[in-house]
């Protein structure tokens, strides 16, 4: 069964909108799936591919591996869009048949590791907004640096996604109890809690100061003309004071969540325990974390190796 290749470029929008109010995605993971869908719609244009079918996307496939030179992890990625994509079209009875089927492709990923920053990072990170504070002069460029160090306190303090941060609103937070309320991926809401009183403090007076800046909604995180901030916004934030610090580690925010996480099973932490607080929704995804908490591993070999004690 094939498929007139209008009833992708006519669709993807509403697909994407689809997205959006079900699945609760960051602006980065909607860009990806905007990108992914479009580059597919001008190829099947470049290519006068009136009708989609399986040969359709084998050539497209062999197209992004041949031509575009693209890594099995960026094929991979842009083939389960397009394989999400048609299954919406399918659902909404926008076609007749699911052309991916009787396809069964191969992709070769390696899995890494994530990557996390030091204990010494993590002060040189820590202090760099503060040392930043101190040498400020202007009550309105205090103002910014307090949000700066609130948000890199909160983000290595309890481990969320940026994504998840920049989504957090006023009555989210209960200072009473130390909690704060996550709405996760897939609209998935978790309760996480606020450990470190040294970032309840750091809230709070972000908090007092926010005002300042003439909020237009309830966002905790605002920028200077008082509307939420984004994604990149945090992404600027953190690569500022990575500088800062000199840390060396080219790093992105992410990198605090992954070192949250590898710093909890070090310490001992249940992994179950670590995946409801990261919101995974398979244990599979807490696990990698495993692999890097290296730490845990040499204490238990230092501490119950056979070898360590025999003298010969």
């Known amino acids: ?16 909108n689809t997205l959006k109010i079900e699945r609760n995605l960051s602006e980065k993971s909607i860009k990806a799936y905007v990108s992914d869908l479009s580059s597919f719609s001008d190829w099947l244009k470049d290519n006068n591919a009136e009708e989609i079918d399986i040969n359709t996307i084998n050539q497209y496939i062999t197209w992004l591996q041949n031509y575009k030179k693209l890594k099995d992890t960026s094929i991979k990625r842009k083939y389960v869009t397009l394989k999400s994509f048609f299954k919406y079209l399918l659902r ?50 205090k103002i910014i640096c307090i949000r700066n160090l609130a948000i890199i306190e909160l983000l290595y303090c309890v481990g969320i996604r940026i994504g998840e941060l920049v989504n957090i609103n006023l009555n989210d937070l209960n200072f009473n109890d130390q909690t704060l309320l996550i709405n996760g991926k897939g609209r998935k809401e978790r309760l996480l809690y606020i450990s470190s009183s040294d970032v309840i403090d750091t809230l709070k007076t972000w908090i007092n100061s926010r005002d300042s800046l003439a909020p237009k909604g309830d966002a905790l995180f605002i920028n200077k003309y008082g509307d939420r901030l984004s994604i990149y916004s945090i992404e600027d934030i953190y690569s ?39 919101g995974h929704s398979s244990i599979t995804t807490t696990q990698i974390y495993t692999e890097v908490s290296t730490e845990r591993k040499k204490q238990v070999l230092l501490q119950y190796n056979g070898r360590n004690l025999l003298k010969i």
Not at 96 to 105: A, G, K, L, V
């Open 240 to 278: 500022k004071y990575i500088k800062l610090a000199n840390i060396e580690t080219k790093s992105t925010p992410h990198y605090l969540r992954h070192t949250f996480a590898t710093q909890l099973l070090n310490n001992g932490a249940d992994i179950r325990a670590v995946q409801e607080i990261l």
């Open 1 to 16: 069964m094939t498929h007139n290749n209008k009833i992708v470029s006519d669709n993807i929008n509403n697909y994407i």
């Open 92 to 141: 909404k009875n926008l076609i007749t048949s699911y052309p991916f089927e009787h396809m069964r492709i191969s992709f070769k990923t390696t899995k890494k590791l994530p990557k996390t920053l030091s204990s010494q990072d993590i002060i040189k990170l820590l202090k760099s907004p503060i040392e930043d504070l101190n040498n400020i002069k202007t009550e309105f460029r």
